[in-house]
Structures are given as C-alpha cells and as structure tokens.
C-alpha cells in the first residue's frame, strides 16, 4: 500500500514541475539568452521526470496484472487436475453409461460402464443394433426418455448436439413404483343377471341350492386373489383386491364367466354373471362411482361380461363370448314406456334424431317415435340431413316426400333445428348411443334433456342422458319402439300408422336381423307380425334392398380379392375408395355365405385419411369384441370401425393380429415366453399358440421357440430355481427354529386411570427383539394376535414364507 502511494506522489511531483518547466518556458521561447537556456532545460527535465514517473506507474500495474494472472495459472492448474480426476472417476467409475456417436450414429466411444449395460462390445458397431430403443428415440427428437435394456431401467438424456446418451440407471425407482401400482386397489361390483326371474320358476329347495352353486363358485374365485367379498343383495356383490391380482384376473381372462355360465347350463337357466372393476389411485368413495359405472356398462352391453377401468388405460372388455340372451320383461318396457311418455309430456318440443348415414332401422325408428309423441299432443320435428341417409333410405325418403306431407312438414334439418330446441325441449336420441357417430353431433352437447334408446352394445363413448333404454338383446331399435308402442293408446289418439310408415319399419327388422337369421327371438316375430297387421309390405321391402346390376358385380368382383385364414376368417382388402359403407357390408355378408366361413372382414379406404372395416359373422365368433380393439363397435354378429390416419395395411395386419390373439386356430406351434403376455401366460411359461400368433410373439421378441435346447435350458433353470426356493425354505425353518419360544420385555407408561400412553410399534418390537436375541425381523413381516393396549403378555407371529410362521411372546410391564 506504502509503495503504491509513494508512486503516486512521484508522479504528481513530476506534473507539477512538469506545468512550472512550461510555464517559465512560454515567455522566454527563443534560446538567445541564458536565461531561455536555462527555462528550456529545466522544460526538458520537467518532461523527463513526467516521462519517468508514467513509466514507473504503468510498468507497476502491468506487473501486478501479470502476477494475478500467474496466480490464477497456478490455481488453474493446480484445479485442472482435480477436475481431471472428477472427470475420468465420471467417465470410468461411476454408474453412469456414456455412449459417444458419429453423425451416422455409430458407436464410436463407450466408458466401461455401458459396456457393461450392453453385456458386449459396442465401439463400432451401430446404434440401431445394439439398442433399437435408443435409436428409435433419436429419431422421434427424445433428448430426455428412460429405455428397459435386459431386466433394468434406465433414465437416459441425449444430447443430440453432440450425438452423446448418458444412461442413469433407476431400476431400484421403477421396481418401488411398480410395487406401489401393484398394490392400488381394486374394486369390482358383481351382479348374478336374471337370478331373481330364474329362481322365480324353480321350488324353494332348488333355489337354495342353486343360490348358494353361484356364491360358492364366485366366493372361490375372490379367494383366489386374494380379494375381500361380501354381498349387499341377493343378487349383488362387491369385492376389493389390488392391481397386481387384477392383471392376473385379466390374464385368466375373468374364467369366472366360464364357470358362472357353466352352472347355468347344468341347471338349464338363464343366469349369467355381470361385472365391473375400477382400479384408479383415488379415493374410495370416486373408485366406487366408477366401479358402479362400469357393471352398468356390462349391463348395458348385454350381460354375460366384465368392464375393467384402469386408470390411464382404455376401459377393455371381456367374455361376451356368447350372443346376448332376451334379458326383458313385459314390466320392465312397460316401466320405460311410461317414463319416456312422461318426459315426453313435460317438454315443450320434441326432436327427434338417428344417427349419421341413418339405415332403414334408423329412419323407421324416427317414425315410430314420432307418432308416440304425438300421441300425446306435442308438437314434434323430425330432424333430417338428407345427405346423411344411406343409400337405401335415401331412395325410400323420395317416396315419403311424395306419399307422406305431414311427415315432411314436421321434418327439419340440423341447422333449422339448432335455432328452435332450447333447454325446456327434448331431444330424443335412436339407434346410436355415441355422440360423434349422430346426424348432428353438436345437438348432442347442448343442455336439452335427452333420451337414448339403442339395441347396440355400450361403449366408452356415451354421453349422460336423462333416460336411457339400451337392450343389446334387441334385434333392433324398432323392436324396443314397437314394443314400447303398446303401452301407448294409440286408438284413442286418433293415430294410425299408415302402410309405406309400417314397411319402412318392417325394412329396419329385415336390415337389422339379415332377414331374420340375427339376434331373432320369438318377440322379433311378434313386432313382424304386428307390422304386417299394420300394412307392412315385405314384397315392397324386397324391392327396396335389392342390388342393381353394378352393385351386384362390384361385390362380386370385391369377392374375388378375398382372402382366407386359418380355413374361417375371410379378409377383403382393397386400395380403392368407397363412400358407401353399406357396399362394404354387403360383401362382408356375401363372403359369410362361403361354407367354412365364420367371419368376414371387408377393409377399404372411406377418402384419403379414413379406413372402413365391416365385419360380420356367424355365432362362433364375436366381431363387436374385434371391431372395439380397433376403435369401433357394434352387434355380437355385426360390427365396423372407421381408423383414420392409418394406412389399409396397417389395420389389416392389426385386424390379423387380433383374430389370432382372441381365435387362435390353424396349425399350433410351442413357444416359450420370455415375458408376461396378456391373456397368454407368463414369463418362461410354455404355451401352444396358433402358427401365426407365435410368429408376431417371435417378430416381437416376446417369445422363443420350444425347441428341445431351449426347453432343456428353461428345466435348467426352473430346477435350479426350486434349488433355491428349498434353500430359502430350509433357512426359513431354521430362523423359525430360532424365533419360536423366545420373548421380550417392552415396558410402557400408564396413566392414573390405568390408561396407556403412546402406542407400542413394529419398529419398537422388532428392534426390542434385535437387541436381546441379535436376530433381524422384518417389521412388514410381523403380525400381532391383538392390540397392544396395557400390560400383558402378547403374541407375535413373524411370516417367515407363505407356509412358514414363527411365534414370540412380548411381555408388556409398566415403566
């Protein structure tokens, strides 16, 4: 600091002689005299010293400069080498994989860690080789993503800039979670379908026996996961277990179903199983609405099935392996009847609505629910989009517009529609449950009360309605309508259906049944029969559904294409684009004429971004349950989807897929899994698929071939492993040896009224038994016969396996 300050005074001594040189230097500018000499040389000296005193300041600074900077090269240097250990401890030591690519995403560098994630040499060789997950995340711009390499997980970041992956293993954090998610509960409701009417026709000893048949047989399948049962009405049950019983309750495929209707038919009665499960991370009183929701599902649906709703899965569906069985009764339409009549009553207007490209059933349903409204004196519209009528209805709505003007009068359009209906109207929704797939689905979300009435199964795409009537075993929705009808008294109203109004219905029956070969039960002739009664003409109907000349030889040119599977599955798959969905229904149903054949597939493009599938089939085969794989629905026999942004291969191939997984068939073939495959087995099982299957299994790396080397390895190992579980049981006998008999002491404080304070833990006994035995217990695995609530002697019980248990006396005394 001294030197610092000394500098600076030189240099303001050398200014200010400096200013005084050239202050007496001015006046005396030439040098003729001594005296302009001797100023000239004192200016001379002056500015030497100025010159001095800026060399010495600045020469002082640079070198301070320069010794900071050696001081941080020093530290630098001496840091640079700790970092460089830090950095090779990183790149070689620590569990951390790093793998180092080139632009064209080989390996050119991996630290010893990832080479030990990939159990082999990588340098070299392709991403894409040794791990298509890695590359497949390239390619979609991951730069943050975890990827499961042989039995563990990893949390990889990329960074693309660098073309570098570090992988962190997090095998521990997945196994916790998964853990965590295998224990969320799971809560099903079970209904026994038709008990009640079914008992109602047998004597008081058979109703017993049989009763207690069906309870006995879902007590023992609740037992075998585990599961808690306890039923709230005769024909009601509820039952709780967890998510990892209820993926194997999927696996199994609910084989409750199997035996429930097994029962059925040895009793020669028409009692079925419905069930729904909800598993979500919620509450329980949100877990039991959903539960709730979704047996109403299987309720709606038909029956005979299980709904499961898995948090953040798509709620799937199981059994319905039978077609729906007549679950009505003359009470029950005519309860619905009278409810629709009395919302009916209460609305000011009434609209009434099908669904898009609306079929005979359809348009003939509008008809038939139009004249109930009018029975009651409302003023009631018909909405009509006539580019929405299929073909058929299309050409049948020219005749109405010709034959039928009160009809017409009371029709309207959509847009018409919207600026009338208001929230003291009704909207009345026919053959469709699924707002998207209405004549107008924007109707659909207003806050008008509406009404569904369906004979298809129920999906996930419903919406809330006031009141719905959904009986998949209904051959079609004029069927529900007809039989409603009768509950009404028309004659009084002065209402008469008139003859072309009764053959459009009679169309829908015909269309909807086949000509009477689906769904038809004896109530499907009666509502024929009634039809008929009203002037119904078949001979016209006929007329209607015939094909022309060009329509007959397209189908048949379409049949030419068709493909057949496992000698039962055929498949139509054409490039080519058709509007008409009915065209591709009808080649569906020709192809099923083919003897041998029990489903037909007809796959085509709608336009550029949709793909039409009509499917139909014969009894064996359920192509709803297929067609909802792929996003669509429908009947047990008669089903479609519409995929869009796919490709026609795509969802053919998919379509195979499915047929294989649910039908199986052809030649068999023995594969081994090598993981869990829903539905299938589990891991190392051995299992015999269809040829086809088994080959998607191997494609998928999800299998292995059967072959005697592999099956000898897997005994290997399966033996080596009952090796290891006898190890595990003798060391558990051996610690069970070592815990029974022994005691501890715990002591506690009580209160003046005896009452204790606090409460004794697992942690506190299983430490208690630790220090005075110097034997570990797991306190998860400790169970204790009752509370700990005063002194006494307890008894503790230690689940050493699932058939081992071992017992110590805990002996509780006052502090």
């Given at each position: 600091?001294?030197?610092?300050?000394?500098?600076?005074?030189i240099?303001?001594?050398?200014?200010?002689?400096?200013?005084?040189?050239?202050?007496?230097?001015?006046?005396?500018?030439?040098l003729?005299?001594?005296?302009?000499?001797?100023?000239?040389?004192?200016?001379?000296?002056?500015?030497?010293?100025?010159?001095?005193?800026?060399?010495?300041?600045?020469?002082?600074?640079?070198?301070?400069?320069?010794?900071?900077?050696?001081?941080?090269?020093?530290?630098?240097?001496?840091?640079?080498?700790?970092?460089?250990?830090?950095?090779?401890?990183?790149?070689?030591?620590?569990?951390?994989?790093?793998?180092?690519?080139?632009?064209?995403?080989?390996?050119?560098?991996?630290?010893?860690?990832?080479?030990t994630?990939f159990?082999?040499?990588?340098?070299?060789?392709?991403?894409?080789?040794?791990?298509?997950?890695?590359?497949?995340?390239?390619?979609?711009?991951?730069?943050?993503?975890?990827?499961?390499?042989?039995?563990?997980?990893?949390?990889?970041?990329?960074?693309?800039?660098?073309?570098?992956?570090?992988?962190?293993?997090?095998?521990?954090?997945?196994?916790?979670?998964?853990?965590?998610?295998?224990?969320?509960?799971?809560?099903?409701?079970?209904?026994?379908?038709?008990?009640?009417?079914?008992?109602?026709?047998?004597?008081?000893s058979?109703?017993?026996?049989?009763?207690?048949?069906?309870?006995?047989?879902?007590?023992?399948?609740?037992?075998q996961?585990?599961g808690?049962?306890?039923?709230?009405?005769?024909?009601?049950?509820?039952?709780?277990?967890?998510?990892?019983?209820?993926?194997?309750?999927i696996?199994?495929?609910?084989?409750?179903?199997?035996?429930?209707?097994?029962?059925?038919?040895?009793?020669k009665?028409?009692?079925?199983?419905?069930?729904?499960?909800?598993?979500?991370?919620?509450?329980?009183?949100?877990?039991?609405?959903?539960?709730?929701?979704?047996?109403?599902?299987?309720?709606?649906?038909?029956?005979?099935?299980?709904?499961?709703?898995?948090?953040d899965?798509?709620?799937?569906?199981?059994?319905?392996?039978?077609d729906?069985?007549?679950?009505?009764?003359?009470?029950g339409?005519?309860?619905?009847?009278?409810?629709?009549?009395?919302?009916?009553?209460?609305?000011?207007?009434?609209?009434?609505?099908?669904?898009?490209?609306?079929?005979?059933?359809?348009?003939?349903?509008?008809?038939?629910?139009?004249?109930?409204?009018?029975?009651?004196?409302?003023?009631?519209?018909?909405?009509?989009?006539?580019?929405?009528?299929?073909r058929?209805?299309?050409?049948?709505?020219?005749?109405?517009?010709e034959?039928?003007?009160?009809?017409?009068?009371?029709?309207?359009?959509?847009?018409e529609?919207?600026a009338?209906?208001?929230?003291?109207?009704?909207?009345?929704?026919?053959?469709?449950?699924?707002?998207?797939?209405?004549?107008?689905?924007?109707?659909?979300?207003?806050k008008?009360?509406?009404?569904?009435?369906?004979?298809?199964?129920?999906g996930?795409?419903?919406?809330?309605a006031?009141?719905?009537?959904?009986?998949?075993?209904a051959?079609?929705?004029?069927?529900?309508?007809?039989?409603?009808m009768?509950?009404?008294?028309?004659?009084?109203?002065?209402?008469?259906?008139?003859?072309?109004?009764?053959?459009?219905?009679?169309?829908?029956?015909?269309?909807?049944?086949?000509?009477?070969?689906?769904?038809?039960?004896?109530?499907?002739?009666?509502?024929?029969?009634k039809?008929?009664?009203?002037?119904?003409?078949?001979a016209?109907?006929?007329?209607?559904?015939?094909?022309?000349?060009?329509?007959?030889?397209?189908?048949?040119?379409?049949?030419?294409?068709?493909?057949?599977?496992?000698?039962?599955f055929?498949?139509?798959?054409?490039?080519d684009?058709?509007?008409?969905?009915?065209?591709?229904?009808?080649?569906?149903?020709?192809?099923?004429?083919?003897?041998?054949?029990?489903?037909?597939?007809?796959?085509?493009r709608?336009?550029?971004?949709?793909?039409?599938?009509?499917?139909?089939?014969?009894?064996?085969?359920?192509?709803?349950?297929?067609?909802?794989?792929?996003?669509?629905?429908?009947h047990?026999?008669?089903?479609?989807?519409?995929?869009?942004?796919?490709?026609?291969?795509?969802?053919?191939?998919?379509?195979?897929?499915?047929?294989?997984?649910?039908?199986?068939?052809?030649?068999?073939?023995?594969?081994i899994?090598?993981?869990?495959?829903?539905?299938k087995?589990?891991?190392?099982?051995?299992?015999?698929?269809?040829?086809?299957?088994?080959?998607?299994?191997?494609?998928?790396k999800?299998?292995?071939?059967?072959?005697?080397?592999?099956?000898?390895?897997?005994?290997?190992?399966k033996n080596?492993?009952?090796?290891?579980?006898?190890?595990?049981?003798?060391?558990?006998?051996?610690?069970?040896?070592?815990?029974?008999?022994?005691?501890?002491?715990?002591?506690?404080?009580?209160?003046?009224?005896?009452?204790?304070?606090?409460?004794?833990?697992?942690?506190?006994?299983?430490?208690?038994?630790?220090?005075?035995?110097?034997?570990?217990?797991?306190?998860?695995?400790?169970?204790?016969?009752?509370?700990?609530?005063?002194?006494?002697?307890?008894?503790?019980?230690?689940?050493?396996?699932?058939?081992?248990?071992?017992?110590?006396?805990?002996?509780?005394?006052?502090?």
């Amino acid at each position: 600091m001294g030197e610092t300050v000394k500098r600076w005074i030189i240099l303001a001594i050398a200014i200010v002689v400096f200013i005084i040189s050239v202050v007496v230097y001015l006046p005396y500018l030439n040098l003729a005299t001594g005296a302009s000499i001797a100023a000239f040389a004192f200016f001379i000296v002056g500015a030497g010293m100025l010159f001095f005193a800026i060399s010495i300041v600045t020469s002082e600074q640079t070198r301070h400069k320069i010794a900071t900077l050696q001081n941080r090269l020093s530290m630098w240097t001496k840091l640079s080498y700790h970092v460089s250990q830090v950095g090779d401890e990183i790149f070689n030591e620590l569990p951390i994989g790093i793998v180092a690519c080139d632009e064209d995403f080989e390996i050119k560098w991996a630290n010893p860690h990832a080479q030990t994630i990939f159990s082999n040499r990588v340098t070299g060789r392709r991403l894409q080789d040794v791990s298509e997950k890695l590359f497949e995340a390239t390619k979609n711009s991951n730069t943050a993503f975890m990827v499961q390499i042989e039995q563990k997980y990893y949390d990889v970041t990329y960074r693309p800039d660098l073309k570098f992956f570090y992988l962190f293993d997090v095998t521990s954090r997945e196994q916790v979670s998964h853990r965590y998610h295998q224990q969320i509960p799971a809560l099903g409701i079970i209904y026994l379908d038709n008990l009640e009417e079914s008992l109602s026709l047998l004597d008081v000893s058979e109703q017993s026996s049989l009763q207690g048949a069906y309870l006995a047989a879902i007590n023992d399948w609740a037992h075998q996961y585990d599961g808690y049962l306890k039923p709230y009405d005769d024909d009601k049950l509820v039952f709780i277990s967890n998510r990892l019983n209820l993926e194997l309750m999927i696996e199994h495929k609910f084989d409750l179903l199997d035996k429930i209707r097994q029962i059925s038919n040895d009793h020669k009665v028409r009692i079925s199983v419905s069930m729904g499960i909800a598993s979500w991370d919620i509450n329980y009183e949100e877990l039991g609405s959903y539960a709730q929701n979704a047996v109403e599902l299987a309720e709606k649906r038909g029956g005979d099935q299980v709904v499961v709703n898995i948090q953040d899965q798509k709620i799937a569906y199981f059994g319905a392996k039978s077609d729906t069985a007549i679950r009505s009764s003359r009470v029950g339409v005519r309860i619905n009847a009278l409810t629709v009549k009395d919302m009916i009553e209460k609305a000011n207007n009434v609209f009434i609505m099908a669904h898009d490209e609306a079929d005979l059933d359809a348009y003939g349903s509008m008809l038939a629910m139009y004249y109930m409204a009018k029975a009651t004196h409302k003023n009631v519209k018909l909405i009509v989009n006539e580019i929405q009528l299929d073909r058929t209805t299309t050409m049948v709505y020219q005749r109405v517009k010709e034959s039928l003007p009160n009809i017409i009068e009371d029709t309207m359009t959509s847009d018409e529609a919207k600026a009338h209906i208001d929230d003291k109207s009704l909207l009345i929704l026919l053959d469709t449950q699924a707002p998207n797939l209405a004549m107008a689905p924007e109707l659909c979300e207003t806050k008008t009360p509406k009404i569904v009435i369906d004979h298809h199964r129920a999906g996930d795409e419903g919406f809330h309605a006031s009141f719905a009537v959904i009986e998949p075993s209904a051959s079609s929705t004029i069927e529900l309508l007809i039989d409603m009808m009768s509950f009404y008294n028309m004659a009084e109203s002065n209402i008469r259906i008139k003859e072309l109004e009764a053959s459009i219905m009679y169309g829908g029956l015909v269309i909807d049944t086949n000509d009477f070969v689906y769904r038809t039960t004896s109530r499907t002739f009666e509502i024929a029969s009634k039809l008929k009664e009203l002037g119904a003409d078949p001979a016209e109907v006929k007329t209607w559904l015939r094909k022309d000349y060009v329509r007959t030889m397209e189908i048949n040119r379409l049949l030419d294409q068709m493909e057949i599977i496992d000698g039962r599955f055929a498949f139509i798959v054409t490039t080519d684009i058709y509007e008409d969905r009915a065209l591709l229904a009808q080649v569906s149903e020709a192809a099923l004429q083919v003897n041998g054949i029990d489903a037909a597939f007809t796959i085509a493009r709608m336009d550029e971004s949709m793909v039409a599938v009509s499917a139909r089939s014969w009894k064996k085969v359920n192509v709803q349950v297929l067609m909802e794989m792929i996003g669509g629905g429908g009947h047990f026999s008669s089903a479609a989807a519409q995929v869009k942004e796919t490709s026609i291969i795509d969802v053919y191939e998919k379509l195979k897929e499915y047929v294989a997984l649910e039908y199986g068939g052809g030649e068999q073939m023995k594969i081994i899994l090598i993981e869990d495959v829903k539905g299938k087995g589990k891991k190392d099982e051995i299992i015999e698929v269809a040829n086809g299957y088994g080959q998607f299994l191997l494609n998928q790396k999800k299998a292995i071939l059967a072959s005697d080397e592999n099956v000898e390895k897997l005994n290997k190992e399966k033996n080596e492993a009952i090796a290891e579980q006898k190890r595990h049981i003798e060391l558990m006998k051996k610690l069970k040896s070592e815990i029974d008999g022994k005691s501890i002491t715990i002591g506690i404080q009580l209160g003046k009224d005896g009452k204790q304070f606090g409460s004794i833990t697992t942690k506190q006994i299983v430490e208690a038994f630790q220090e005075a035995h110097d034997i570990v217990i797991d306190r998860k695995k400790l169970e204790l016969q009752s509370e700990i609530n005063s002194v006494g002697i307890y008894t503790a019980f230690v689940t050493l396996h699932k058939d081992i248990k071992a017992s110590f006396e805990i002996n509780v005394v006052e502090k």
